[in-house]
């Protein structure tokens, strides 16, 4: 599959827990971005890196939230001392520079945090 | 920031009917407007976009119409298949790109055979 791909698929943490997820774009892409989806909801946008830089980052991303894209290829999300509220789908999607400009989504990391 | 709203949350139509699903945005500056279908429990995928300097755009039997003017765009699927069940989303970009997009709360279509 040559999709972006994201581990794990899903994640059940305890309150209070750090949680990392981590996303695999598509080889040739050098945009990433990290979204939020609440159940009944569309996505809400976190962060987007262009190759390893973080160009733009949401208000809703927290001081206990944390991305990386270290080498411009995979990117990783923390959230540091979880709380309920932050029970949701964890999607990654990335895409071309300019002149192309879909949007191709991974199938997500769906975190519970009891 | 944008806003968009997305209308009606669920819609079911008869195998073979047209349907329609509409969105509004708030910011006059949108540029680029993507629909996504998402499966239960799949990933959302790219259907048809469309950007400001073009009023309609088809494909097949899915089309999207936008009205700069009263900041409101379309989404039309025509002979609608059971296949075509799903949750589809609208969105709106100020960046002409998908940076930064800011989706509607969704549309639970159901097709019945």
């Known amino acids: 599959d040559t999709g972006v791909s994201q581990d794990p698929r899903h994640k059940i943490t305890k309150r209070g827990q750090n949680v990392t997820f981590r996303c695999d774009p598509i080889s040739e892409h050098n945009r990433l971005y990290w979204y939020r989806q609440t159940l009944g909801q569309g996505p809400e946008f976190l962060t987007y890196f262009q190759n390893e830089a973080q160009l733009e980052k949401s208000r809703l991303l927290s001081d206990r939230f944390s991305a990386e894209r270290p080498k411009g290829s995979f990117s990783t999300l923390e959230i540091q001392r979880t709380e309920q509220g932050d029970s949701a789908m964890y999607l990654c999607a990335s895409s071309m520079g300019t002149g192309n400009t879909e949007a191709f989504f991974g199938q997500g990391t769906r975190l519970t945090v009891v | 920031g944008e806003n968009v709203e997305q209308h009606p949350s669920t819609l079911s139509v008869q195998e073979g009917d047209s349907a329609v699903i509409k969105c509004t945005y708030s910011d006059s500056a949108s540029n680029y407007f993507p629909w996504y279908k998402q499966e239960l429990g799949k990933r959302p995928q790219l259907i048809i976009d469309?950007?400001?300097?073009?009023g309609e755009k088809k494909d097949q039997r899915i089309a999207v119409t936008l009205n700069k003017t009263a900041k409101h765009f379309s989404l039309h699927i025509t002979e609608t298949q059971p296949e075509d069940s799903a949750v589809y989303f609208c969105a709106a970009s100020l960046s002409g790109s998908a940076r930064q997009l800011t989706f509607g709360s969704g549309t639970q279509l159901t097709v019945l055979p």
């Open positions: 469309i950007r400001s300097n073009v």
